[in-house]
């Protein structure tokens, strides 16, 4: 079973910058499209990016222009560059592929507050 290791998150103030890292054990991280979920308090968890094989790339129109998914397939690592961060984008992040078939993390925490 693949394991999913989440980290970066953490404390920012609006208008501030965080980059997420998930680290995936196991080879089989290259043949799987990946994505960037969140979920806040009271909320569904909602994709918020995703990277095919190649190099198209999805956004929920809430975070497009402001986040920036990347993968290193030597690293079996996803990436998710989070800038002009606001209130509304605080929840815990979680990678997982795109649709989800792995066992989620345990995530990281993302909050945006002054």
């Known amino acids: 079973q693949v394991q999913l290791v989440e980290s970066g998150g953490g404390l920012v103030q609006p208008g501030g910058s965080l980059r997420l890292s998930c680290a995936a054990s196991?080879?089989?991280?290259?043949?799987?499209?990946m994505g960037w979920y969140r979920q806040a308090p009271g909320k569904q968890r909602e994709l918020v990016a995703a990277r095919t094989l190649g190099s198209s790339t999805n956004y929920a129109d809430s975070v497009k222009g402001r986040f920036t998914i990347s993968r290193d397939n030597s690293k079996n690592t996803v990436y998710l560059q989070m800038n002009s961060l606001k209130p509304e984008d605080t929840a815990v992040y979680y990678c997982?592929?795109?649709?989800?078939?792995?066992?989620w993390g345990q995530g990281t925490q993302v909050t945006v507050s002054s």
């Open positions: 196991g080879s089989i991280f290259s043949i799987y499209a």
């Open positions: 997982n592929t795109d649709p989800p078939y792995w066992v």
